[in-house]
């Protein structure tokens, strides 16, 4: 009667919804379905209790699964089947549960799917010993949402029958995760053991045999699993039989890199546990005669018998884990033990993805329960070191002294448990039992796999959390993201949470969590991304781009790209440059687009092409995969709140998106140029997602790396070292268009180049540049034009020697340029990205110490006069040209001032010194014109106080935006305009002024900030490229979703007729309209939230601009200055 209880609460609490879903399987039958509602009351359709094996009873306990035969009639698929029987310690008290009879599957698909999908197959937790694959426990809902997978969920044996172990039981979780992860065996052919992966194993088996029935694609399946699952999946890679039954792996929390994985003494193991269920004469029994009793035994009596294997309160010697069986043994699973077999490289390599959540949180799992109980944390600290020493489960024969070692090595100086030690300690057991294995499984994987791997850290922290369930309630904040939080917000488990209100923060954080596991599904993309509670609020999610914990770009697999995802070869070959086979990717609103990723360019500028001009890639032999994003540049990202060097030198690597349906006409380019202030940024779909100029279907986008700090821009300002390097890739790169892009169906005669920020500096910088001349025909410049202060280092070849000096060069300020270059070759590349923390004055600033420079002449030069004399003289490239701004340009730096008291602190220590070095004035200024200068914007932009405050930070803001930002645009658009361009092209502006709810204003710092400052610098790019690393995907049907279609199709509509969309309700600006409105500026068109409605958005003409402001600047700096 007990066993049975969960089961039938499983059954009456789930909202199924009768419906005439039908699907017939090849060889089994057909079978009925229904439907569910996803977390958003929309549908999705559900085939339940699917049998994948004969049931695991009589004979066929402790045996390998049998695949299930053809059923008669019609099987009712619309209702889940009990879960494998099991003594679940996750609850106090809860009764042995569950069936014996448990070898079933559940499908779930989106409504009314109409090609194969990517196929997820979910693993779930519970240490062996308890959990389910119903969908209260595993629900599918999160990922059902995104509508871009179908999702299976397996049962599979537990405990004796199949795998022994707990994840998360308040009273037997200390039991090894990672040890119970096998079977019962007697270490032969009479019970080979690891029987529940051997139930996964055939689970994926029946998938690729019948997974097209449901739309799903056999060639394209991920596995993954929280914690246990996890483990299992790691397993699964290891396991020789299951090659070729999935495409990439996902091991959250829990690899098989612990000894405690195997079991070594089998065959005592289960002579001690037939003693505890009452078998005569248990060990003098031959294995066939034990394994006869064994599967003679009451199913309860094996599962109480577990109790056999604790040590003290739930601690075990070790419980029923793997078993490395025979080679000849039948259909075996693992024939050798998995550290070595890892070790060694034999794997099934495929993208792999694992996680952890916080280091604390994960290690608190095996210690809270005792914590909260003071009976067992008086018995535990009686025995602190021995007890202490059992849960990190060192080899055997530690001593007491080995344990004390480790904890004052980790500083901890009380050897017990209490409230001075338990932050400490839970680390400690995080590290041992979960982040070391993690560390040594994806560092070694990476350094052998031909294919890539990373790691993201879940860091949110809520009062919806597993630790909670440990300690009756109780959140211990200090103890962060707690081990399964993020299974959490990935799998809905309403049997033992509540739905996360619709925006609340989970909520966000379970969108954004579930986009990226399905963009790796459909991908194999590995990205590195950190989810941390200080990042979210409600309407923002978090990002790589914050204080990472864990980053591990472990690009050295990446250099093979993961297999194609495409139905059929996706092949494009052309003239010179080679054959290329692409992906297809899902589109926002389309069902997918064409990709090319990761096509070289350049040859890798490492060695000695470091500091050297990019070298033209040859003609590529063979086929190239272009089915996966290359790594990053390599870059110590300022941005970052914490600042972190992750990316390859190898990087001169571009991408090429299309859509799949085209005319015979060769559509219009796209090139993009990534942002970041010339030391960050990405080219990369996780960053600079191509899905919205996609769901167009008009244009061909293009996103290039290029070299970034010093790499890109140190110069001696001679032949040495001439600079510029990172804008000669971005003009590699654009004459690779011009011969290539036709294969791809662009059209090389109708280029438009944009870019943000930096990038928008760069798009000026190449209508300045004679070398770009006919690259392009369009170009746009947003929140950047080449007359900013950090466009030019006036001072490189002083730059240079400096950075040789941080770099431990001998002799640097006196060596020639030549040898000063070799030196600076011969450096180890993080040094040299270290060194440019020794140029900053104050904390990061300037976060772009490498510029571009002017060169001396040569015929490679890029840009050999000043740029303000060539937008002086109208010395540059006529082409339609569309700018623009955002309100609060200056929160790329004035919000992590702000917003960290320590910094706002030390900076109004020192607020007249700072200041000024912030404001880059000219280095001629005298000192007397330096106080006057000062003494004007502080009475402007601060009403005379030297302070940084909530009363003073929006004039910061504002002086900010003006001089880095509005002042420069103003001078830009003027000189465009001026009499002295003989042929002038048509000039646009527009203004970006909706304020949604996601915003980057959470992502320049650790706080949590909101909507505080308003739509700050790179806030328009949320709504020009999906960026899943960032921000969760907007709903279909939702007003920014509405802001994305009118953005793009602005700018779509610019590159295909040279102006943007509604051009006709400007008056053209000349400069006879800009005289005529001197405290505004052209017509333009500003993107805006509506009047009547804040949550609508509409587009409006306006004059308004800070032009006041910008003469300010213009009268302190004397400019635009003559030439």
Not at 317 to 333: C, G, K, L, S, T
Not at 632 to 649: F, H, R, S, V
Request: proline share 6%.
């Amino acid at each position: 009667m007990t066993k049975t209880i969960l089961h039938w609460i499983l059954l009456s609490t789930i909202g199924y919804i009768q419906a005439d879903l039908d699907v017939c399987l090849q060889d089994l039958g057909c079978l009925h379905g229904t439907l569910m509602p996803d977390s958003r009351q929309e549908q999705f359709e559900a085939f339940m209790g699917i049998p994948f094996a004969q049931p695991p009873i009589g004979e066929l306990r402790f045996k390998n699964p049998v695949a299930a035969g053809a059923w008669t009639g019609v099987l009712d698929a619309s209702a889940p089947r009990s879960h494998c029987l099991q003594k679940c310690y996750f609850m106090p008290g809860w009764p042995i549960s569950g069936e014996e009879d448990c070898l079933y599957l559940n499908v779930y698909r989106p409504q009314g799917v109409a090609g194969p999908l990517p196929v997820m197959v979910y693993i779930h937790a519970g240490g062996y010993l308890c959990g389910s694959a119903c969908p209260l426990a595993s629900g599918p809902e999160f990922l059902m949402d995104t509508q871009q997978v179908i999702v299976v969920t397996v049962s599979y044996r537990l405990g004796p029958f199949g795998i022994g172990g707990n994840l998360i039981g308040v009273d037997n979780y200390l039991m090894d995760i990672f040890s119970s992860i096998g079977f019962l065996s007697t270490g032969d052919a009479h019970m080979t053991g690891n029987f529940g992966l051997k139930d996964q194993r055939l689970a994926l088996q029946w998938v690729q045999q019948h997974i097209s029935a449901f739309g799903g694609d056999p060639n394209l399946v991920t596995i993954f699993g929280h914690s246990a699952g996890g483990v299992s999946t790691h397993l699964l890679m290891l396991s020789p039989s299951s090659n070729g039954l999935f495409h990439r792996a996902m091991s959250l929390s829990g690899t098989a890199m612990l000894g405690t994985t195997m079991v070594y003494n089998p065959l005592e193991q289960a002579q001690q546990l037939a003693e505890r269920v009452g078998v005569a004469n248990a060990k003098s029994l031959d294995t066939q005669a034990l394994a006869a009793a064994l599967r003679a035994s009451d199913a309860n009596d094996l599962l109480e018998a577990g109790n056999v294997f604790k040590r003290w309160d739930s601690v075990p010697i070790i419980n029923y884990a793997a078993v490395v069986e025979q080679p000849d043994a039948p259909e075996p699973f693992i024939t050798e033990y998995p550290i070595p077999a890892h070790m060694a490289g034999r794997i099934n390599q495929v993208p792999w993805l694992l996680s952890s959540t916080s280091r604390v949180g994960e290690g608190a799992l095996f210690i809270m329960h005792i914590y909260m109980n003071p009976q067992l944390l008086k018995e535990f600290n009686e025995n602190f070191l021995e007890l202490f020493g059992l849960m990190m489960y060192l080899p055997a024969g530690h001593t007491k002294e080995t344990v004390q070692d480790i904890l004052e090595m980790y500083g901890v100086k009380e050897m017990q448990l209490n409230e001075n030690t338990l932050v400490d300690l839970c680390g400690i057991l995080g590290d041992f039992l979960f982040t070391y294995p993690l560390y040594v499984s994806a560092s070694s994987y990476a350094a052998y796999a031909q294919q890539p791997v990373s790691i993201y850290s879940f860091e949110f922290t809520s009062k919806v959390t597993y630790g909670a369930l440990l300690t009756g309630g109780v959140v211990f904040e200090q103890l962060g993201a707690s081990h399964l939080d993020d299974a959490i917000h990935t799998i809905r488990m309403p049997i033992f949470f509540p739905d996360f209100p619709k925006g609340s923060e989970n909520d966000i954080v379970t969108k954004r969590l579930a986009s990226l596991l399905v963009e790796f599904a459909w991908n194999g993309q590995t990205i590195t991304n950190h989810l941390g509670s200080d990042m979210i609020h409600a309407g923002l999610t978090l990002p790589m781009l914050s204080v990472l914990l864990l980053l591990m770009l472990l690009g050295s697999g990446q250099s093979t790209p993961s297999i194609a995802v495409a139905q059929k070869a996706l092949i494009v070959c052309g003239g010179s440059l080679g054959c290329l086979k692409g992906i297809h990717m899902p589109g926002y609103q389309i069902k997918r687009f064409e990709a090319f990723l990761g096509i070289p360019y350049a040859l890798p500028p490492v060695g000695k092409l470091r500091f050297s001009n990019p070298k033209v890639m040859p003609k590529l032999r063979g086929i190239y995969n272009a089915s996966v994003a290359k790594p990053d540049c390599i870059q110590k990202n300022y941005l970052l709140p914490t600042p972190l060097i992750y990316g390859e030198e190898d990087c001169l690597y571009l991408n090429v998106y299309r859509p799949e349906r085209r005319s015979r006409q060769p559509l219009p380019v796209m090139v993009y140029i990534h942002g970041g202030g010339f030391f960050s940024g990405s080219a990369g779909p996780q960053l600079t997602g191509p899905e919205y100029f996609m769901d167009t279907g008009e244009v061909i986008l293009v996103s290039m790396a290029y070299r970034l700090g010093a790499l890109g821009f140190l110069s001696t300002q001679d032949s040495a070292v001439p600079g510029n390097f990172g804008l000669k890739d971005q003009q590699l790169a654009l004459r690779w268009v011009q011969r290539h892009i036709k294969f791809f169906g662009g059209d090389p005669r109708r280029v438009t180049i944009f870019g943000q920020s930096a990038g928008g500096v760069a798009t000026h910088l190449h209508m300045l540049s004679s070398r770009s001349a006919g690259l392009f025909q369009q170009a746009i410049s947003m929140s950047g034009t080449a007359n900013v202060p950090f466009s030019i280092e006036q001072e490189p070849l002083q730059q240079a020697r400096r950075t040789a000096e941080l770099c431990h060069v001998e002799n640097a300020q006196n060596l020639s340029t030549p040898k000063l270059a070799r030196a600076l070759r011969a450096v180890d590349v993080q040094t040299l990205l270290n060194a440019g923390d020794g140029l900053k004055f104050w904390n990061v600033d300037h976060m772009s110490n490498y510029r571009p420079v002017v060169e001396s002449s040569s015929e490679d030069a890029f840009l050999s006069v000043h740029p303000k004399q060539l937008l002086a003289e109208g010395s540059y490239q006529q082409v339609p040209w569309l700018l623009s701004t955002v309100p609060q340009e200056g929160a790329v730096r004035v919000v992590n001032i702000m917003e960290n008291v320590t910094l706002r602190q030390d900076f109004n220590a020192r607020f007249d010194e700072l200041l000024q070095e912030l404001l880059e004035l000219p280095k001629e200024f005298s000192a007397e014109q330096l106080a006057q200068t000062m003494q004007l914007v502080i009475e402007k932009y601060f009403q005379n106080s030297h302070e940084l405050n909530e009363q003073t930070v929006q004039g910061f803001l504002d002086l900010i935006s003006d001089r880095g930002f509005k002042q420069p645009l103003y001078n830009a658009i003027w000189q465009h305009l001026s009499p002295v361009h003989a042929s002038q092209q048509p000039l646009y502006l527009y203004s970006f002024n909706y304020r949604g709810p996601l915003s980057y204003a959470s992502v320049y710092t650790s706080a949590n900030v909101g909507q505080k400052y308003g739509v700050v610098h790179c806030d328009d790019l949320i709504y020009l490229f999906r960026s899943p690393m960032l921000f969760p995907d907007f709903e279909r049907n939702s007003t920014e979703a509405r802001v994305v279609e009118s953005l793009v199709g602005y700018f779509v509509h610019f590159a295909k007729f040279g102006k943007p969309r509604n051009a006709e309700t400007l008056t053209r600006c000349t400069e006879s309209i800009l005289e005529s409105r001197p405290a505004g500026i052209c017509d333009h068109h500003v993107f805006d939230n509506a009047l009547n409605d804040p949550k609508q958005f509409e587009v409006n003409v306006s004059q308004n601009f800070r032009s006041t402001s910008a003469k300010f600047w213009n009268d302190i700096l004397g400019e635009p200055k003559r030439y």
